[in-house]
């Protein structure tokens, strides 16, 4: 993760210093007189904008010109770039195109992305999002050359990145390409589509007439027909011949009567020579000792050649148009030799000095375009000569400045370059190679180059420079992702430089490798003795560095670590923190540090997974994706849609995950093993809650076998948790504790609370299908004790029904019940059936029918404002009267607008529902399916059914009815909504009023056959003050206080009871008028 990164943190610390612009390759060549081929010029104009117009053919076609003439003449903006063997790195491509766009907009601060190699595998994606931020620079209509694009190979990745470039191409945007070769096959598609305009060798050919012309403009006049016959025959329209034998005739150099001498193929060297041989000699010498500059300033030619006048031989040359082409800036002229001619110097300067003069005049001339900041060229001519040393001293001056702009594949060249004993004894020089191979397609090919530059530093004593060549080994390894057991002799290593740095090695350690550390012990030792030193130091780096992208840097490994060890709370002020530190680095972190923004985007979703914030995690997974596909780093996609899956399977929201999964198969055929784990995970999760223990065991033994492949703690312990939920749905509890008692023994080896808090919790659920309360028990106590402390929401697979099931228990045995309540409503579990047998069970909505009418919504009262929802509220009346359950829609119509038409009674009815279920806050709570009306009873506690549930029927036990009937009698506080006059309440309120009567008596009559004749008495009591006329319970409240002992008490209740009857008419029960005459006579 972290070795892409730090190559970003690397080219943030390169100095702001505005380098030297190279002009040669940014800017458009003068034609000094040049008279361009109308012809073509007017072809290439009549093209459609958003075209690419590609110009191919041998070397000293015309092809430069005309570009060159067409970008001029436009009369739009235009961008020159010329292509050299550079470019087929691709971050020296990007570089220097930055810098040709700084050119074309000198005042603008512009912002475009810095290519960096954690772009390596998806290129195209880069240069997509590139060449959209370059052409929208582009207000007003413009011109993009490439010019020279045979310079690189045929397989070169700027050929991807121009497939992207033509690909995007707005209107208004000619993009314009010179090449000796065709369109490369990467192309076919444009050539197909209509929108490309081809120029080939055919068509660059001048015509007689057109060579004509030229000749005559050269001052060849008069010319006679046979002579213009003869050279037209002779090169074949070929300009650069046509150029040279103009001139050689103007100045007799050239007899008229050879012209048909050489053959095509020697004719641009025979009549070159020609030119050349009758130069004076300070024009020759200056010509060869410059010919191995790919471009020629003044300065630099008089260095080279000695001669103060080499500004007024190169201008000649110039404007004679003799093969040397001129650009210019504010500071002074540059030219460049013509491919052709420059190869001829070449090979004359080789005739010319001995070997050891032709060296030295390279060296020194490598050594100038050194001092003007000319590397790439400088390294390329050093290559040639075989001047090691100079390419070495080359290197350690430009090796940081290139890996801060991402160009490691030319680094990588030139080092690569070095003979190897150089390279074995130089650490720093095997340390860059490291750093280069790390950014390759396989990371941990570096870990060679990085064992020697150790040894070297070791060897030195140099702790600190060896703790940075440790840490670029844990970054290729972790990058890699496929064997972090690679990590383990580094992380030996790492006690030895703790041993001998002393405690200023991980005070003083380098902020980057300080980070990439702590992310190696979190992944691979998280039990590590030092690992709580090593973070100090990361917070150090976090609060104190100078870059806030490193701060941001820091902030994300601690992160990672935090969430790793179960420090949910400390992963929360991370994220925060990351967030403010990208704010604070730049004004569009998308563009400037996209994969910091990645991570940022990362972390989010895994803290939002882990907090149970289900929005927070779909945004950041969506940011993240978004942020991917401008940048085109995709390779933490995979992350992304993981934990978006499990954040919806989590939820509950199983097709939302199958989406997130399917975007995830084409992991399984990378090499990426903590990628291809994750997948492996979240299918078992997905196939569990499916019910398919069967199809999900492939995936659990997949995953189990990538993870110790991997290496990585939390992976081997995520993979040996679900081998255990696997094997316990099939019905193998053997198996299942086995790798259950592996993921314990890691999770306390680790001293993780967050992974043993997952381990109680199946434990539990394994005792609960043992049938073995005091297992379930115990293991419940555990997890959420520490689920209370930690502030537990979620865990990798949390399965719904599980948890709802486990919850239910708690709240049963009184376990927790504060932590537990607030887990249930925080993460809306619902239970398989409504939970009316657990007391504390946290009702989203409570409703009160008997006696008044109450709503209470998460334990509050709506806030109903000015007006009071009275109709919204008739309806819920109005559902619970009619059952709650499958009422007819047509019935609540008919009864709420008995007057109004079908349509608009339904109308006026959905309208109302949409009210009352965000009256409810609940919108499941409510569900209109199928023509009828149901409150769900898991979410919505209504007083009437917890009655009636509660009512014991009549072959209860004693003991349970006595206790069911002390639970539901209560809740009856009088009729049925009896503030409420409309008669559809009055059947309800009858039946519940009967209920109640009946359960007093019933549980009167239990209580006295158990002895309790004064809590018998109390409940009678309570039965006439809700039916002062019930007879049985004024007879039954005079038995118990005679057999109290209270004759004087029963005696004034008779009285009472027999004075209040007698007011009705109410005959008494003969056994009633035996119980007065017994009183009487006390």
């Known amino acids: 993760m972290s070795g892409a990164i730090r190559m970003t943190t690397e080219r943030k610390r390169v100095s702001r210093r505005k380098r030297i612009q190279h002009i040669a390759k940014v800017c458009t060549p003068r034609l000094n007189g040049v008279v361009p081929c109308q012809r073509l010029l007017d072809r290439l104009r009549q093209c459609p904008d958003h075209t690419l117009t590609w110009i191919h053919g041998p070397a000293g076609a015309g092809k430069t010109i005309l570009a060159a003439s067409f970008s001029r003449g436009h009369g739009r903006r235009g961008l020159w770039y010329h292509v050299d063997a550079g470019d087929e790195d691709p971050g020296t491509f990007f570089h220097y195109m930055n810098l040709a766009l700084q050119r074309v907009f000198p005042r603008r601060r512009l912002a475009l992305p810095a290519y960096g190699p954690e772009y390596g595998p998806n290129l195209p994606g880069f240069a997509r999002n590139y060449f959209r931020s370059l052409y929208a620079l582009f207000t007003d209509p413009a011109v993009i050359v490439l010019d020279g694009l045979e310079a690189i190979g045929g397989e070169a990745a700027l050929h991807v990145c121009l497939a992207q470039a033509v690909a995007e191409l707005p209107a208004g945007i000619r993009l314009v390409v010179t090449s000796r070769d065709p369109p490369p096959t990467i192309l076919g598609g444009v050539t197909g589509s209509g929108r490309i305009q081809l120029v080939d060798w055919n068509d660059l050919k001048l015509s007689q007439e057109e060579c004509r012309a030229l000749l005559v403009s050269k001052g060849l006049e008069p010319l006679p027909p046979a002579l213009l016959q003869s050279i037209h025959e002779l090169t074949e329209g070929w300009l650069a011949a046509l150029s040279l034998i103009g001139d050689g005739l103007v100045r007799g150099t050239i007899d008229p009567a050879h012209l048909e001498d050489p053959p095509l193929e020697r004719v641009f060297d025979f009549f070159a020579g020609e030119i050349f041989v009758p130069m004076p000699p300070h024009h020759q010498h200056l010509l060869l000792c410059t010919a191995d500059l790919p471009f020629v300033t003044p300065r630099m030619a008089r260095q080279l050649s000695g001669d103060p006048d080499a500004h007024r031989i190169l201008d000649g040359l110039s404007k004679r148009q003799l093969l040397v082409s001129q650009r210019r800036d504010q500071r002074q002229p540059l030219y460049r030799y013509h491919t052709l001619f420059r190869r001829f110097l070449s090979n004359r300067a080789a005739e010319t000095f001995t070997n050891a003069e032709r060296r030295a005049l390279q060296l020194q001339t490598a050594r100038l375009l050194e001092a003007e900041d000319c590397p790439v060229e400088a390294a390329e001519l050093y290559i040639h000569i075989q001047a090691w040393e100079a390419l070495r001293d080359l290197i350690h001056g430009k090796a940081g400045a290139l890996l801060g702009e991402g160009r490691s594949t030319t680094l990588l060249r030139w080092l690569q370059a070095l003979p190897r004993d150089m390279r074995d004894r130089d650490p720093r020089l095997a340390h860059w190679e490291g750093i280069c191979l790390t950014n390759s397609a396989v990371p941990t090919a570096a870990l060679p180059r990085l064992e020697c530059a150790y040894r070297l530093q070791v060897g030195a004593r140099r702790w600190h420079a060896a703790a940075a060549v440790l840490a670029t080994a844990l970054e290729a390894v972790i990058h890699e992702s496929r064997d972090l057991t690679q ?361 009160y029918t008997m006696g008044r009418f109450g709503l209470t919504v998460e334990d509050q009262t709506p806030p109903f404002g000015r007006k009071t929802p009275r109709k919204a509220l008739l309806l819920l009346k109005l559902l619970i009267a009619l059952g709650g359950r499958g009422v007819s829609q047509a019935r609540v119509m008919d009864i709420l607008w008995p007057q109004t038409e079908g349509d608009l009674s339904a109308k006026s009815l959905s309208v109302l529902l949409v009210r009352l279920r965000k009256l409810l806050g609940q919108p499941r709570i409510l569900e209109s399916g199928t023509g009828h009306l149901t409150l769900d009873p898991r979410l919505c506690w209504v007083d009437v059914w917890a009655f009636e549930r509660a009512l014991p029927g009549e072959d209860c036990p004693d003991a349970e009815a006595v206790a069911r009937l002390e639970y539901a009698l209560p809740l009856y506080q009088g009729p049925f909504l009896g503030e409420d006059e409309e008669p559809w309440f009055l059947a309800m309120r009858q039946r519940l009023h009967y209920r109640f009567l009946a359960g007093v008596e019933r549980l009167g009559e239990l209580l006295e056959k158990s002895g309790r004749w004064e809590e018998a008495g109390r409940w009678y009591l309570h039965g006439i003050e809700t039916d002062p006329y019930h007879a049985r319970f004024c007879q039954r409240h005079v038995c118990t206080l005679l057999h109290r002992g209270l004759r004087d008490e029963a005696a004034q209740a008779y009285r009472n009871h027999h004075q209040r009857l007698a007011t009705q008419g109410i005959r008494l029960t003969p056994s009633f008028t035996d119980l007065t005459e017994s009183v009487a006579n006390t």
């Open 487 to 847: 990590l383990d002799p580094w992380l030996q290593r790492l006690a030895t430089l703790e041993e001998n740095g002393g405690p200023g090695l991980i005070r003083d350690c380098d902020g980057n490798a300080a980070c990439s550390i702590l992310l190696a012990l979190a992944f691979r030792k998280p039990e590590h003795a030092r690992l709580a030193a090593w973070r100090e130091r990361v917070q150090d780096v976090q609060h104190g560095a100078e870059s806030p992208l490193l701060r941001a840097y820091a902030a994300h490994n601690l992160q990672v670590q935090s969430l790793w060890s179960g420090d949910i709370k400390t992963a929360a002020r991370l994220v925060e923190s990351q967030q403010a530190l990208i704010r604070e680095g730049r004004r569009d972190a998308a563009a400037k540090a996209p994969l910091r923004t990645i991570f940022l985007h990362i972390g989010e979703a895994v803290y939002g997974f882990l907090d149970a914030r289900a929005e927070d995690c779909r945004q950041a997974v969506a940011d993240g994706l978004a942020c991917a596909e401008n940048s085109g780093i995709t390779m933490w996609n995979q992350h992304l849609h993981g934990f978006a899956a499990a954040s919806a399977l989590a939820q509950g929201k199983p097709q939302e995950a199958h989406e997130h999964l399917e975007q995830m198969t084409e992991v399984l055929s990378s090499q990426r093993h903590f990628d291809i784990a994750l997948y492996h995970m979240l299918k078992v999760w997905y196939l569990l809650d499916h019910h398919d223990a069967q199809r999900a065991r492939p995936h659990a033994e997949a995953g189990l076998e990538v993870a110790e492949r991997l290496g990585a703690a939390i992976p081997r312990f995520m993979a040996h948790y679900q081998m255990a939920q696997v094997a316990h749905e099939e019905g193998l509890p053997k198996e299942a504790q086995a790798h259950l008692q592996i993921a314990c023994n890691l999770a306390r080896r680790w001293h993780n609370p967050m992974l043993r808090f997952m381990c109680h919790l199946s434990q539990a659920q394994f005792g609960q299908a043992a049938g073995d309360p005091a297992a379930t028990w115990a293991a419940l106590r555990q997890a959420m004790s520490l689920g209370r402390r930690h502030d537990y929401l979620n865990t990798w697979c949390w399965r719904p029904r599980i948890m709802a099931e486990l919850c239910a228990e708690a709240l049963r045995q009184d376990i927790e019940t504060l932590y537990v309540q607030s887990l249930v409503r925080r993460r809306a579990i619902i239970p398989q059936s409504a939970p009316y047998d657990i007391p504390h069970w946290p009702w989203p909505v409570r409703i």
